[in-house]
């Protein structure tokens, strides 16, 4: 789907009709790319501080990846980014302590999502895996969706692994996968990636986030409990998740 605007400038004198494709923007950058004769007056406003900032995270070029390869990376990290949203809702939750499924509480969700068109919506397992990347761009967004997530976790320490919030996420989903049930866990990836977070940014995340980690610790502790109780293997140290 392709949205079309026009903008006018009436201090500069100008203004351009096109078709808006793609959106890139974080704190910091804005990139819109158009299909218009006048596209390099925007796609060229920030283009070469993206790249910089990408390469002077990811490092392709000096590990010797064509650029091919580094437009592909670029594009992936680009959709990522482009795909956090910020959800608000309540799921639908079933226990052994109901006999039909219930509404979890109203919350919000600053989260990534595997596809904003198909999956729009958090993914428990997924996020761990998101926030790998997203340490390396944005650490402050990483802080923030990490405590968004563990805040949804309940009193016996359980975080429902799919995050099925508002209209936008519910159309999106078969009814036989809208019910979240509490026996059902995903690995604990968010752990994984609050550690490499500390690997990455040990200094800056305890003098701005040390509050942030003190209450996080709790609730991380009472994920792990729930972890061991609930979904123990059949061997020492393994795990058996449901579904």
Not at 16 to 30: C, Q, R, T
Not at 97 to 125: E, M
Not at 142 to 156: A, F, K, Y
Request: glycine share 6%; aromatic share 16%; net charge neutral.
């Amino acid at each position: 789907m392709y949205l079309y605007y026009t903008f006018r400038s009436e201090r500069e004198g100008f203004g351009f009709s096109g078709v808006l494709e793609s959106v890139v923007a974080d704190s910091n950058i804005i990139l819109l790319t158009f299909q218009s004769n006048n596209c390099i007056i925007f796609t060229l406003v920030h283009r070469k501080e993206f790249y910089e900032r990408f390469e002077g995270n990811f490092h392709l070029k000096k590990k010797g990846f064509n650029a091919s390869a580094i437009e592909f990376a670029q594009a992936a990290m680009s959709s990522l980014i482009g795909g956090i949203g910020f959800f608000h809702g309540a799921s639908k939750v079933q226990s052994v302590h109901n006999s039909a499924p219930v509404p979890y509480w109203n919350t919000s969700l600053y989260t990534a999502v595997p596809s904003r068109s198909f999956f729009p919506r958090g993914f428990l397992w997924d996020e761990g895996f998101h926030l790998l990347l997203i340490n390396k761009w944005n650490p402050e967004i990483s802080v923030d969706i990490i405590s968004h997530w563990l805040d949804l976790m309940n009193v016996e320490g359980w975080i429902p692994r799919e995050q099925i919030l508002g209209e936008e996420a519910l159309i999106r989903v078969p009814d036989e996968f809208v019910v979240q049930r509490n026996n059902v866990a995903n690995p604990p990836t968010l752990i994984m990636a609050l550690h490499d977070l500390l690997q990455r940014h040990k200094s800056w995340m305890f003098f701005n986030h040390k509050h942030t980690l003190q209450r996080m610790w709790p609730k991380l502790a009472a994920w792990y409990q729930w972890l061991n109780r609930t979904q123990s293997g059949s061997l020492p140290t393994t795990f058996l998740y449901e579904n």
